[in-house]
Antibody, heavy 114, light 108 residues
Framework: QVQLQESGPGLVKPSQTLSLTCTVS??????????WTWIRQHPGKGLEWIGN???????SYNPSLKSRVSISVDTSKNQFSLKLSSVTAADTAVYYC??????WGQGTLVTVSS | EIVLTQSPGTLSLSPGERATLSCRAS???????LAWYQQKPGQAPRLLIY???SRATGIPDRFSGSGSGTDFTLTISRLEPEDFAVYYC?????????FGQGTKVEIK
């Protein structure tokens, strides 16, 4: 079982880019053939899959966010990252990183507000 | 995109009772790639079941998963006080991955 920890700003201004990093410990991004995933949860709502990446760098995104989202991996740091551009208040949510489907980070609340 | 529909939306039961939660997919999902999660307020989701029927590490055997194709079920044989929570199913068979909308199991 690996541990995942999200990090990044908790407050982002509208129209800016949300950037989060997930640090993986207790295991390597390049082992086991897992997909490394970002998920979000709007306040009081259900879970929304944002996208995932494989250690090779291949990615897959939610069509509803595809034009604004980018996920990348840094195997040297055992990290993967999320960038979501042109954010609005509708992007306010708790953002989770996960090793699909087993391990999840604790989540980080990102608020979009001026 | 595979749409997952969970039912019921809310399940009101007493401790000791049996809970049966349903997850129906809009198209066939490989059983190897259907998961169930439990989420309590303020916490991250916790994996209960993967591969439709395999319990994750440390999950009590009162939790069981079954089903195939488009119909999957999570059963909690006897509800303990700590089991009252929201439960989500997820398919990770194809992209985009999708979640059900959740079933809340509340104390009656």
């Amino acid at each position: 079982q690996v541990q995942l920890q999200e990090s990044g700003p908790g407050l982002v201004k509208p129209s800016q880019t949300l950037s989060l990093t997930c640090t993986v410990s207790g295991g390597s991004l390049i082992s086991g053939g897992y997909y490394w995933t970002w998920i979000r949860q709007h306040p009081g709502k259900g879970l929304e899959w944002i996208g995932n990446t494989y250690y090779s760098g291949s990615t897959s995104y939610n069509p509803s966010l595809k034009s604004r989202v980018s996920i990348s991996v840094d195997t040297s740091k055992n990290q993967f990252s999320l960038k979501l551009s042109s954010v609005t208040a509708a992007d306010t949510a708790v953002y989770y990183c996960a090793r699909e489907p087993i391990d999840w980070g604790q989540g980080t609340l990102v608020t979009v507000s001026s | 995109e595979i749409v997952l529909t969970q039912s019921p939306g809310t399940l009101s039961l007493s401790p000791g009772e049996r809970a049966t939660l349903s997850c129906r997919a809009s198209q066939s999902v490989s059983s190897s790639f259907l998961a169930w999660y439990q989420q309590k307020p303020g916490q991250a989701p916790r994996l209960l079941i993967y591969g439709a029927s395999s319990r994750a590490t440390g999950i009590p055997d009162r939790f069981s998963g079954s089903g195939s194709g488009t119909d999957f079920t999570l059963t909690i044989s006897r509800l303990e006080p700590e089991d009252f929570a929201v439960y989500y199913c997820q398919q990770y068979d194809s992209s985009p991955r999708t979640f059900g909308q959740g079933t809340k199991v509340e104390i009656k």
